[in-house]
């Protein structure tokens, strides 16, 4: 799906973060190929999709219906233990997200999530801590 994107839209996407285990992976296995050619036409197809896979897997969202789906929006949420937004999935279609504050969010104040799912998840740092 990244082929199908437009060059502003890879752009942005290649910025995103990623999981640096999954490049090593990929390094490594050039490392193993060694001189066997067979081996090394599949390392090299690794290493042709391996960052996008790395920002998939860093980014991706679990959705209600067992899909692991990528949301670029939604990607540009940081975590906090108290976040000023939350995401949800609509019940006629759970991979429809709909990201929603559960605050009032000031003008250039930073749009947080919470990853983890926990009980609390809302609370005071104070009661959190406590």
Avoid at 49 to 63: E, G, L, R, S
Avoid at 84 to 101: C, D, I, V, Y
Wanted: net charge neutral; proline share 2%.
């Amino acid at each position: 799906q990244v082929e199908e994107m437009t060059k502003d839209q890879k752009d942005e996407f290649y910025k995103l973060t990623y999981k640096q285990a999954l490049l090593d992976i990929s390094s490594s296995f050039w490392q193993a190929a060694g001189d066997d050619r067979g081996k090394l036409q599949k390392a090299k197809l690794v290493e042709k999709n391996i960052k996008a896979t790395a920002i998939f897997f860093n980014n991706d969202i679990a959705t209600g219906d067992g899909y692991k789906c990528f949301f670029p929006n939604l990607a540009l949420t940081n975590h906090s233990c108290s976040p000023n937004s939350s995401w949800r999935g609509k019940t006629e279609n759970p991979r429809h997200l709909e990201l929603r504050a559960v605050r009032d969010i000031k003008e250039g104040e930073e749009v947080t999530v919470n990853y983890i799912i926990v009980e609390g998840r809302f609370s005071s740092r104070d009661t959190r801590q406590a």
